[in-house]
């Protein structure tokens, strides 16, 4: 009986980890959504004082991003941790949308690399026609 109610309890701590994963993950994926249009949309100013404020703000952007590349990593940690308690239906779909979280900020990261080589190529633009 006791040890019925361990694996009880045990299935139990799981399900709060897998709903809380879920949760996080939801989160991310609507900081993600955000980002994705913020960082499409960014206008980077037609003088260097304006691309210079730009580069400002896309740092912050940036910073933004690692802060929340580590929430990423753990949400993964945690994935990971949970898919090998067991092969149980949560499990399979919380690695589906952990994956699917991982090729969403791969696509962030690559759109906020090419924003911030053309923020670049524009602030050098503008410096030569000054």
């Known amino acids: 009986m006791l040890e019925s109610g361990e694996q009880r309890r045990e299935k139990i701590n799981e399900s709060c980890k897998a709903y809380q994963l879920v949760r996080e ?3 991310l994926a609507q900081w993600i959504s955000d980002k994705e249009t913020t960082v499409v949309d960014y206008d980077f100013g037609e003088n ?4 210079e404020a730009s580069q400002r703000k896309f740092g912050d952007f940036k910073k933004d991003m ?3 590349k580590a929430r990423l990593t753990e949400l993964n940690t945690i994935a990971e941790r949970l898919t090998a308690m067991g092969q149980t239906d949560a499990a399979e779909k919380i690695k589906v949308q952990i ?3 991982n090729q969403r900020w791969a696509a962030l990261e690559q759109v906020t690399t090419e924003k911030d080589e053309m923020l670049k190529r524009s ?8």
Request: aromatic content about 10%; cysteine-free.
């Open 25 to 27: 993950a939801s989160e």
């Open 48 to 51: 260097v004082e304006n691309i």
């Open 66 to 68: 690692d802060a929340n």
């Open 99 to 101: 994956e699917t979280l």
């Open 123 to 130: 602030f050098e633009v503008q410096m030569y026609h000054r």
